[in-house]
Every structure is written in C-alpha cells, then in structure tokens.
C-alpha cells in the first residue's frame, strides 16, 4: 500500500517525501516540473537511501491519473500538485482555476473511481483573508484577496462537500502559515524558478551576492518596528506535519482543517536580523512602499493541531535561517541537473 504526492518534488511536497520515507511509508510520487526540477529525486534518494515511483504527469491529465492509480495500490493522497505565486494569479486567473480547481477534481474523479478517498490537502492561511485579529484559529471567517486564496478556499470546500457526499472520505486540509527553511542536510529547498516573491529565497538572492538589498514592502505596519509580522515555520515541522494529518485520515472520516504554523509572529526586520547571524552576512535593506494585498500581521493558533494531530512545530526561527544558508552554500546556483 502506498501514499501518492502529487506535486511530490517541489518545495514542501519533496521534504515530506523524505519524512515519508522515513517513516516506512511506500510513496508514489507525480510532478509536471512546473516549478521544479527531476534532479530532486535523486536528492531525496542521497538522504534516505530509499526511491519512489515516480511518474511526470499533469493532474489535468486524467488519463494519466488512471494509470497511476491502475499500476499502484494507493491508500492515500497528499496533495501539494498546484500554482501558488499570488501576484502570478491575479495576472493569469483562469489558468490558476483551471490548474488547481480543474486540475483537483479530475484527481478527486479518478481517486474515487479507484476507490481512494483518504487525502491531505495543502492549503494556506491565505482562506483567512485579512482578519479582524490574531492569532488565526480554524473557526474564522475565511474569504479571498487574490484568485490563488480563492482556488485554496474553493478547494477546500469542494473536498468538504466530497465528504458529505460520501462519508467513507477523510480529508485533512492543513493550512500553512509562511514556510521557509530547508531539509539539515542541504541536499534540498526552496529554489523557486524565476524571479522569488517570498521573502526567505528574496533573503538568499542578496546573501548570494545576485542582489544588492533587500527589499521590505512597507515600514509604517501598526506592528512593533513597522515591518509585516509573520508565522514562519521550518518546511521540515511542516513536512512531519502531514505524517500527523495521514494517520489521522487513517482513523477518522470526514473533513477537518488545522493551522499549521508555529503560533508566533516575526517581523521582518526581525527576519533578516536572525538570517544575518545564521549567515554571518550583512544583508542590506531598502524600504519600499507596502505591496499590494499584504497583511499587517499574520500568525496561527496552532492549539487545534497540537491537541488532535498530536503535532507542534520544535525549530525555531534560528534554525529555519541556518538551514537555508546552508541549502544555499550547498546549491550557490539551486538545483543543477
Ligand atoms: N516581504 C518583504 N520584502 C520582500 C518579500 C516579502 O518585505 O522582498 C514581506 C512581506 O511584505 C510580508 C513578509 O515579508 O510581510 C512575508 O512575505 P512572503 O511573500 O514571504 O509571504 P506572504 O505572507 O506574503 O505569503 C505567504 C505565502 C502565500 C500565502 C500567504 C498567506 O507565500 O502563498 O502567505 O498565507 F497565500
């Protein structure tokens, strides 16, 4: 029997992959290499010492859905397969909805059809829109600033009503707070394709010397120095994160969503202070203008998954900027095939 990740070599898909592994679990994995790269695989492999399956197929593609799910025995699915740049999204919409909503419901089709209905959804915080106050707990109001928020929340609502269609489905959708970090052994991490817009691999263009500041999007927040306050969590808790999700979709049918985030704000500056120790780096800053759609805060209460996952995030902001510095001295021009 064996857990499917779809999206399985990109950023969060390929760490929990390696927990995966770690764990004992059999994984398949599919990617379209959209925003990642084959050599990934290997690297998985150097950590663990053990391989997947893998196959390079678009969710779009049912046709190639049916093939995975005919040749493997799955169980369950993990679902990271999707578009994610915000600004990208409201430039190009409807391939943002036709990706990540049309592109879900052919996979749900074709698990259904197999008769798989156990899955873990990668969601966002973004479903929280900008809210009234923090920290983020699950029972707010969720709404959507931006078509990739939107395709999130829509997702996520559409696998509720999978479930209330057919109680034999059990859908964990995790809704990450800012992920950032990389795997100890700098074997892998973020390496985005083109031009960054989160702030972490933004950090690691100037420490490479490709860029010569930083930029910090606004310094008049109503936050303690000015600058957006975020829940960064290391990708590696986030990764053991969807170990926790998978055994609970194991044992509990229907749908539930947890905030997976370390329930506690930075700054920016704060941010770029704690990469400049872990780097031994000075990393120059310029202040811009705020940039559009950006919250002033954001952080979760992550007691829901601690009390029913059983999980917490243990590394800490020191360690999340150690790690990438080191993915970065390791990889000076990311992953090369
Ligand atoms: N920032 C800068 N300079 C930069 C880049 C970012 O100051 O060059 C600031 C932003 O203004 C924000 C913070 O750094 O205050 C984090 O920005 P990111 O772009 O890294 O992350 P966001 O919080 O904007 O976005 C993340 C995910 C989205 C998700 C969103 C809400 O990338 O996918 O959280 O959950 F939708």
């Known amino acids: 029997m064996s857990v499917l990740v779809t999206g399985?070599?990109?950023?969060?898909?390929?760490?929990?992959?390696?927990?995966?592994?770690?764990?004992?679990?059999?994984?398949?994995?599919?990617?379209?290499?959209?925003?990642s790269k084959p050599c990934v695989l290997d690297r998985i492999k150097q950590i663990t010492g053990k391989s997947v399956k893998f196959y390079e197929a678009d969710m779009c593609d049912a046709s190639a859905m049916k093939k995975i799910f005919a040749e493997?025995?799955?169980?369950?699915?993990i679902h990271f397969a999707g578009l994610k740049a915000v600004g990208?999204?409201?430039?190009?919409?409807?391939?943002?909805?036709?990706?990540?909503?049309?592109?879900t419901v052919v996979l749900c089709e074709e698990m259904a059809a197999a008769g798989?209905?156990?899955?873990?959804?990668?969601?966002?915080?973004?479903?929280?829109?900008d809210p009234e106050t923090v920290p983020m707990r699950e029972d707010f109001p969720t709404s959507a600033t931006n078509p990739y928020g939107e395709t999130k929340l829509v997702i996520e609502r559409i696998l509720?009503?999978?479930?209330?269609?057919?109680?034999?489905?059990?859908?964990?959708?995790?809704?990450y707070f800012n992920p950032i970090g990389a795997h100890k052994s700098g074997l892998i991490g973020e390496d985005p394709m083109g031009i960054p817009n989160n702030i972490m691999p933004r950090i690691q263009k100037v420490a490479a010397g490709e860029w010569d500041a930083i930029t910090i999007f606004g310094n008049d927040y109503d936050t303690p120095d000015g600058t957006g306050?975020?829940?960064?969590?290391?990708?590696?808790?986030?990764?053991?994160?969807?170990?926790?999700?998978?055994?609970?979709?194991?044992?509990?049918?229907?749908?539930?969503?947890?905030?997976?985030?370390?329930?506690?704000?930075y700054s920016v500056l704060e941010l770029i202070d704690a990469y400049s120790?872990?780097?031994?780096?000075?990393?120059?800053?310029?202040?811009?203008?705020?940039?559009?759609?950006?919250?002033?805060?954001?952080?979760?209460?992550?007691?829901?998954?601690?009390?029913?996952?059983?999980?917490?995030?243990?590394?800490?902001?020191?360690?999340m900027c150690r790690d990438a510095y080191n993915f970065l001295l390791k990889n000076p021009h990311g992953y090369e095939d």
């Open 8 to 35: 399985g070599t990109g950023f969060i898909g390929s760490h929990t992959v390696v927990e995966l592994l770690e764990a004992g679990y059999d994984v398949v994995v599919f990617d379209n290499f959209y925003n």
């Open 72 to 77: 493997n025995e799955i169980d369950a699915v």
């Open 88 to 103: 990208e999204s409201v430039e190009k919409p409807l391939a943002y909805y036709k990706n990540n909503i049309g592109g």
């Open 116 to 129: 798989v209905k156990r899955m873990v959804f990668s969601s966002s915080a973004t479903v929280y829109g």
């Open 160 to 175: 509720a009503d999978v479930c209330v269609s057919d109680p034999e489905w059990s859908v964990s959708c995790l809704r």
């Open 229 to 265: 306050v975020r829940d960064y969590i290391h990708v590696t808790d986030l990764a053991q994160a969807h170990i926790a999700a998978l055994k609970r979709v194991y044992t509990v049918k229907g749908w539930e969503c947890f905030n997976i985030g370390c329930g506690r704000g």
């Open 277 to 319: 120790r872990a780097s031994g780096k000075e990393i120059p800053k310029v202040i811009m203008p705020r940039r559009p759609g950006d919250i002033a805060v954001s952080y979760a209460d992550p007691t829901k998954a601690k009390e029913v996952l059983g999980w917490e995030a243990k590394l800490t902001l020191d360690d």
